[in-house]
């Protein structure tokens, strides 16, 4: 399938607004008649407050008024154009709309880059048009645009149950938009302000959606399903405006297998790279995640729901239960989800006192005494509203349909009206009775199932926890790094720098680097300036041990044996015959690092413990280049829970800000050779009694 082309480049700095697209004033529906499939769209647009006008190359009567045989017939300036044509009919149209200088254009047409080189053909076309007359267009390829505050639905779905509200949502996938709404039309659920459909976005990407929800003031929260970011630095210098505007952004990526990238090849015309690339970018982004619809929506139902005066860190939650199994289940799901639910051993006395065999402080299982010992559920409700200890309240019950409000509920919700804290009601589980609205003009949250509302209350706390300042810097904002002159060397099909160039380049760089001494093929063997016992290796060969190509621990009256040893390896093998001798680093520690230049959303630097920790945990963690001081302590601070940093099996502590200096000169090197880096392994970085020291690196680099 035809990769759909990317957004001319000259034009990312000063992209068309979408005030007028998003929020229209007149609109303009073609190829829409009365019996049309598109004729539910119109009806339910023309309560929006625009003004609507209706091109038809046949009728002459649209919905009871005039129609018009051209765009340029109508005397008035047109915000947004809705296209129910055909694809080559549609790049027609896109021309006249450019022309005519409106405000946007919105297509569900298929037809274009996913069908193959004739569909990006007429995807060219579109770009070009709409790009020289400064138009933004929603698809095509998708399912259209849905202001739900105005009633407007430019849009192929049907005319499905929304409340109006604050969460803003963006997909590749439109159906996705059909499915958020799907699972949020629930008691309680989310209300939506703009669901947009991205499509192929050759001309309008999700990058200007998410600029938009930054400034527009009826967005509180933002939704996204992703399956590829075409301009990462728009992306996310958006994101950080969503940030620094309060607006929490969520987001599942989609694509994260390789069936999956295949299947978005096939839907829009675009492969899907690497989904841990994407997670790293999030978090570092301050973009929080979520797995798949029905986890979205529960993440940000709350947000969605309660005033931002109500949102809390959740660093404390209390549980109220009337039952030891609703209380029991709580704690075990808190637990998965993350959160933390304190026992607050000073309540221990008030819980003895006045609830009869009462043991565990929280969840506090209340029991069915409430009932029955008059005033007893407001005093548990005085007492746990009050307590520092708890950030949030959630009350879970079970609230099906054919249950009714009491005392219980109606209580909790009185003291929350008037506490600064989010207070939740969480059904147990089912869909809860669509009584329980009342409870959210109230300011109380009412969520979708225990586990929902603690993903819910997580997500909260998560975005209300962020460190202030978080954002993916642009590479462009680091000096570019010169390619080294060589010399270069063939490993397979790859291209790498020598041994000693590829050392001088980290020092260079910042990077701490171990001493070394090369001896030639045809040179005497010396002793290098620097004392033993040393490590012996062919300096120039990538895969090292897959050859024997490594001496350890060798004396300098050794020396000369160990140096024709690895020259005979390089003989039988045809490797390149230089020696490099080091110093044999003692240590108390290792740790790779790993740099790539190019990556789907820029240039990252990958960092994880080494030696035996990289065998047994597995894991790495990483972060979009350039770092600063900020986003490195961050990276360090994903393996604190190893224990390997404080000083493992007594050593002394590692020297976290010295790691974090060469972490962002790593970084910074990224950034700077990111057109010429392929990848670079700093492996081992030792961790030393003087610093950190790296002791071999091996550096790929792009041709030419």
């Not at 669901?195 to 929260?221: K, M």
């Amino acid at each position: 399938m035809a990769e759909q082309p990317a957004t001319d480049p000259d034009v990312t700095a000063a992209r068309p607004s979408l005030n007028r697209l998003l929020n229209p004033a007149t609109i303009a529906f073609v190829g829409i008649g009365e019996g049309s499939r598109w004729a539910h769209a119109v009806q339910h647009s023309l309560n929006s407050g625009a003004e609507c006008y209706f091109v038809h190359h046949k009728a002459d009567k649209a919905f009871g008024r005039r129609t018009f045989r051209v765009l340029s017939e109508i005397e008035q300036p047109i915000d947004v154009v809705f296209s129910a044509l055909g694809a080559e009919r549609t790049v027609d149209l896109v021309e006249q709309a450019a022309a005519a200088r409106a405000g946007g254009l919105v297509t569900c047409a298929g037809g274009f880059a996913e069908l193959g080189d004739e569909g990006a053909r007429l995807q060219r076309r579109m770009v070009d048009a709409a790009l020289a007359g400064g138009l933004p267009v929603v698809g095509p390829n998708g399912i259209g645009l849905i202001n739900v505050r105005r009633q407007l639905h430019l849009s192929m779905l049907p005319i499905f149950r929304r409340r109006a509200g604050g969460l803003s949502a963006a997909t590749h996938s439109g159906a996705m938009i059909e499915a958020m709404a799907a699972a949020a039309a629930r008691t309680g659920g989310v209300g939506f302000n703009l669901l947009v459909s991205a499509g192929n976005e050759p001309v309008t990407d999700i990058a200007d959606y998410l600029d938009y929800f930054a400034r527009d003031e009826h967005t509180r929260v933002i939704a996204l399903a992703i399956e590829k970011i075409r301009r990462p630095e728009a992306f996310f210098d958006a994101a950080r405006r969503c940030l620094e505007a309060g607006k929490p952004v969520v987001a599942i990526k989609l694509g994260r297998s390789e069936r999956t990238q295949r299947m978005a090849a096939s839907h829009t015309g675009t492969l899907t790279g690497d989904a841990w690339v994407y997670d790293i970018a999030f978090k570092q982004a301050g973009i929080l995640p979520a797995e798949d619809i029905d986890d979205l929506i529960d993440r940000v139902q709350f947000l969605e729901q309660l005033p931002r005066r109500r949102w809390s860190p959740v660093r404390g939650l209390g549980i109220l239960t009337m039952t030891g199994g609703f209380a029991q289940l709580a704690s075990d799901l808190a637990e998965v989800e993350g959160l933390s639910v304190p026992e607050v051993d000073r309540l221990q006395p008030f819980v003895s006192e006045n609830i009869p065999g009462g043991v565990v402080t929280n969840p506090l299982d209340a029991t069915g005494f409430v009932g029955v010992i008059d005033g007893l559920w407001r005093k548990v409700l005085s007492e746990y509203s009050s307590a520092p200890e708890f950030d949030a309240l959630l009350y879970n019950s079970q609230y099906a349909e054919w249950t009714q409000s009491d005392f219980t509920d109606q209580e909790f919700a009185e003291f929350g009206a008037v506490s600064d804290k989010p207070f939740i009601i969480a059904p147990l589980a089912g869909h809860a009775g669509a009584w329980l609205d009342r409870y959210r003009e109230q300011e109380i949250g009412v969520g979708n199932g225990l586990r929902g509302c603690l993903r819910g209350l997580q997500t909260m706390g998560a975005f209300m926890r962020l460190r202030p300042g978080l954002c993916v810097r642009p590479p462009s904002d680091i000096s570019a790094v010169a390619r080294p002159d060589g010399p270069f060397l063939e490993a397979g099909d790859d291209l790498m720098l020598s041994f000693a160039t590829t050392m001088d380049l980290l020092n260079s760089a910042g990077i701490p680097t171990a001493p070394y001494h090369l001896i030639a093929a045809n040179d005497e063997v010396s002793l290098p300036p620097f004392p033993g016992p040393y490590v012996v290796k062919l300096a120039d060969v990538a895969h090292r041990t897959e050859h024997n190509a490594v001496r350890l621990n060798v004396a300098a009256e050794g020396l000369s044996a160990a140096v024709d040893d690895l020259r005979a390896i390089s003989a039988a093998a045809g490797l390149p015959p230089l020696a490099a001798v080091q110093p044999m680093v003692a240590g108390r520690g290792e740790a790779f690092i790993g740099i790539r230049g190019s990556s789907e959303l820029g240039p990252l630097v990958v960092f994880g413990l080494g030696g035996v920790f990289v065998e047994v945990l597995r894991r790495i963690g990483g972060r979009i280049a350039p770092l600063t001081q900020a986003d490195a302590a961050d990276l360090i601070d994903e393996f604190s829970n190893t224990g390997v940093l404080d000083g493992h099996r007594g050593a002394p502590p590692w020297d976290r800000g010295a790691l974090g200096d060469i972490l962002v000169a790593a970084s910074c090197l990224a950034a700077g050779g990111r057109s010429w880096i392929e990848s670079i392994d700093i492996n081992p970085l030792i961790v030393t009694t003087d610093g950190f020291l790296a002791v071999d690196g091996l550096c790929f680099v792009h041709p030419g």
